[in-house]
């Protein structure tokens, strides 16, 4: 699996222009919904943000619908996520640590925007820097969507 993790590390990090960590287990289980299991994965924030990470997740699952992608559509089935913490600042610019301006890369469309039909997670906190005041934190104990 390392080679996996390696290849998805180098795919995500240059999609998203920033440097992300797989730091824990990753799996697949192969089937007509293939379900990948993935922990302790890092997104890194922009070198002025004051913290380092953008996003870290202790635990994820994604289930994929491959019938929808014959149909050259995303379809994802289920995410499962377990104690996620996000970091939200502002910077000095007023750039944001949530742009990642994938349009802007030279030759290079805007992407597709994947279907999510459910959307489990628990123990999420949310730490936002906003440029004039004192950052504040969310948390969300249990979310279904």
Known sequence: MQEQRTRIETFASKFLARDIRIEGPLSLRASLFPRVSIADVRISNPEWAAHPDFLFVKHMEVEINILALLRKTIVISDIELTGATLYLQRGP?????????????????????????????????????????????????????
């Open 93 to 145: 610019d007023l750039g944001a640590t949530w742009s990642f301006n994938l349009a802007d890369k030279q030759g290079s469309s805007p992407g597709v925007i994947p279907d999510i039909v459910a959307l489990h997670a628990k123990d999420i906190q949310i730490t936002y820097h906003p440029i004039d005041r004192p950052p504040f934190r969310v948390s969300i104990d249990e979310l279904q969507a």
